[in-house]
């Protein structure tokens, strides 16, 4: 395997990186060279499992560290920011900012209490859009990012489409998407490119907390070209494609990584 990171001191910090599409693209990196910084929030039950998942990555000649901490918290993401420099030390840079945070509320509008109110709105749209910026901004601010750096962050196809029970998080990938263009256009002179994965429907923890999801996976097998759903593989090649030097001409959009599933 092309170890395309090795030796350049790079790092990846994939915010929600525990399972689903962050914990594959922080492999990925790994696997290709890219010092890893997983910052996750789970259940004490669930630690052990997580950790046995980590041991892929800790196997890989890189350098990996993990934090069980709410990376939407503000206090704790100073003593993160703080940490994190110490960790990187003089020469380490940070390379890829991966944004995978799932942390929205999926209530109905109307019908049975409770249902969605102004606050949820609020919750999930600063966890899953809002909080890329905070990322960057505090990264930027330390000097912790590479010359050359890559912003990514996982949009869906509710952006644009009405889903029951997703009102939410549907507004919050719309802010997600809006973020990511004002950080490409304002950090560019920095050296920072941003993009949106637009991934297809892909069966994670956070895909089968959605109400209806049945639904919406026999759909996406119905019209997907290759007849097959979107596994967190795909989308983690693809970050991978863009952390590469090729791909610095890359910013600012919105990519479907979903095998032409909205193509029908």
Known sequence: MVTDFKDRNYWAIILGGSTGLGFATARKLAHHGMNIIIIHR???ADIAEIEEAFEDIREQDVKFESFNVDATNAEKRGELIEEISEILG????????????????????????????????????????????????????????????????FTSEG???????YAAVSAAKVALEAITRSIALEFAS?????????????????FQMIPGNETLRVHALKHNPFKRLTVPKDVANVVYLLSKDEASWIT???????????LK
Not at 159 to 165: G, L, P, R, T
Not at 252 to 262: A, F, L, Q, R, S
Request: with cysteine; proline share 3%; charged share 25%.
């Open 190 to 206: 920095h050296g920072i490119r941003a993009n949106c994965i637009q991934a297809g429907v892909t069966v994670t923890r956070s």
């Open 90 to 153: 003089k020469e380490g840079k940070v390379r890829t900012l991966v944004h995978s945070i799932s942390k929205g509320n999926l209530k109905p509008m109307t019908g049975e209490e409770p249902t969605l109110e102004n606050i949820d709105f609020q919750i999930t749209i600063d966890a899953m859009a809002i909080s890329l910026y905070d990322w960057t901004k505090a990264i930027f601010k330390s000097g912790l990012f590479a010359k050359d750096a890559r912003i990514v962050s």
């Open 42 to 44: 789970d259940r004490r």
């Open 252 to 262: 600012g959009t919105i990519i479907p990584v979903n095998g032409g599933e909205h």
């Open 159 to 165: 952006n644009k489409k009405a889903w029951a029970n």
